[in-house]
């Protein structure tokens, strides 16, 4: 008799804590799925911001140099 009510206890115990368990980890997976997603698109808008940060320095680099030249030009005709 006491086997039978250590089995219905370990069944009892199952039933109350392995479904939150097993919910718990179930959750967890799709959330580090997610959380990966999540990071891949941080990285590519990083990357992005990046290399529009770079262009706007190499643009502004160029516009510095055609100002320089513009006003060598303006210094040689006076």
């Not at 990046?50 to 680099?61: A, I, M, P, R, W």
Request: proline share 1%; aromatic share 6%.
């Amino acid at each position: 008799m006491n086997t039978a009510n250590d089995w219905l206890g370990l069944v009892n115990l199952l039933g109350n804590v392995g479904f939150p368990v097993l919910l718990a980890g179930y959750l967890m997976l799709q959330f580090e799925k997610r959380i990966q997603s999540l990071e891949a698109v941080i990285k590519d808008l990083r990357d992005e911001l990046v290399d529009k940060e770079e262009l706007e320095k190499k643009l502004e680099q160029y516009g510095q140099r055609l100002r320089e030249r513009e006003d060598l030009k303006n210094t040689d005709v006076s």
